[in-house]
């Protein structure tokens, strides 16, 4: 079992790394030339929900780390796998509420620019975080019955 979550944990950090990259450079120079377009209220309004929206995606992926490393212990029916599933959970909601506050912004660049698929890019992420919070309560509600019958069996034998 070693070998698979050390290639999870490399695929984390493989997961990780562009969005780290966009972060320092890659949104700094797009709002640089979207300034020039659009009103500068939109440009930092998208700019802080991005930034912001990089916050619960480092935590839930710090949070995945952790499971796996309890699963490499040995302690994946514990209290402790099921907490880092409730973080990944909310921070899968917290991502997908940070950037339905954003379709309003992205709605108005692109009625200016004419391009609908920006708002359907925007509806993929909200979607897609939706998704992984949802799947991640399922696998906290799993986990937790799971650890409330393992100590069920216990007490009774």
């Known amino acids: 079992m070693k070998r698979e979550t050390l290639f999870l944990k ?19 120079s797009i709002i640089k030339e979207a300034t020039d377009t659009y009103p500068a209220a939109w ?19 710090v949070q995945a780390y952790r499971l796996l490393s309890y699963i490499d212990k040995n302690e994946a029916f514990s209290e402790l796998s099921v907490r880092a599933l409730r973080w990944i959970k909310y921070c899968g909601a917290a991502i997908s509420i940070l950037y339905a506050a954003s379709e309003p912004f992205l709605y108005l660049i692109a009625e200016r620019d004419d391009a609908p698929g920006l708002i359907l890019m925007g509806m ?5 975080s939706f998704v992984i919070a949802v799947f991640a309560a399922v696998l906290e509600k799993l986990l937790k019955n799971a650890i409330d019958i393992k100590s069920e069996n216990d007490l009774t034998v």
């Not at 930092?44 to 935590?59: E, N, R």
Request: net charge neutral; with cysteine; hydrophobic share 80%.
């Open 10 to 28: 490399a695929v984390i950090i493989l997961i990780a790394l562009p969005v780290l990259a966009l972060c320092a450079w890659g949104l700094p």
């Open 43 to 61: 440009v930092f309004s998208l700019l802080v929900i991005m930034y912001l929206s990089a916050i619960p995606y480092f935590w839930a992926l």
């Open 124 to 128: 993929i992420v909200i979607f897609a």
